[in-house]
């Protein structure tokens, strides 16, 4: 079955920390891999896209890893503020004729306190 | 400003009616998606549409129907045959099949 894992389910840091989420797929016939946030009772907003030649991504305190032969991506965040609390979605494309079909992990939901 | 607008934001259905979800989007994009997102689970893909006038279903279709008749809207149907509808549901757009999605700000559904 192809899975898109992420663990932990939830997280509580302090102000300032650096934090790693981490999402796994069980098939490494990827596309690209996608990283989301969701705040609560609204919809996704793009962080990053990584595509399959790629290693990494970054966007400000954000950085988005992809290792295909693991199964692995992880989205680190440097300097954590309150303001990034939120859930954290990773979703991959398949490279077959399923191209167009994103699959999601059930998310990491992330506390940031003062 | 670029961008997927859902309406409305809040939906209450009666048992055994139908009722349409709109999404419209005014970014250009080719492929746009529909995805039902439940408490504790992934969102998972309802339909799908690479193209005007084409769709396809995704995981969960049985009780829903959608149109494509034009680039810019993909409504979706939630028919009286869907025996669970209460959930949130976000529409979502790509520069073509497998670019960066972007999606709306969602639709939550409710049957009273």
């Known amino acids: 079955k192809q899975e898109v894992t992420q663990i932990p389910a939830a997280l509580s840091v302090p102000e300032g920390e650096n934090l790693v989420l981490n999402c796994s797929f069980t098939?490494?016939?990827?596309?690209?891999l996608q990283w989301f946030r969701q705040d609560p009772g609204k919809g996704l907003t793009s962080l990053l896209l990584?595509?399959?030649?790629?290693r990494e991504q970054t966007s400000g305190r954000l950085n988005a890893s992809l290792d295909k032969s693991s199964g692995r991506s992880t989205l680190y965040i440097a300097a954590s503020q309150p303001g990034d609390s939120a859930t954290y979605l990773c979703a991959r494309r398949m490279d077959t004729g399923t191209a167009s079909k994103l699959t999601f992990g059930t998310g990491t939901r992330l506390q940031v306190t003062l | 400003d670029g961008g997927i607008t859902q309406s409305p934001k809040y939906l209450f259905r009666k048992e055994g009616q139908n009722v349409t979800l709109s999404c419209e989007q005014n970014l250009n994009h080719d492929a746009m998606y529909w995805y039902r997102q439940d408490p504790g689970q992934g969102l998972r893909l309802i339909y799908y549409s690479q193209i005007v006038n084409d769709f396809q279903k995704g995981d969960i279709a049985e009780g829903y129907s959608v149109s494509r008749e034009k680039k810019e809207s993909f409504p979706l149907t939630v028919t009286s045959a869907q025996k669970n509808p209460t959930a949130f549901y976000l529409c979502?757009?790509?520069?073509?099949?497998?670019?960066?999605?972007?999606f709306g700000q969602g639709t939550r559904l409710t049957v009273v």
């Open positions: 990584i595509q399959s030649s790629q």
């Open positions: 979502a757009s790509s520069i073509g099949s497998s670019g960066e999605a972007f």
């Open positions: 098939d490494s016939a990827i596309y690209n």
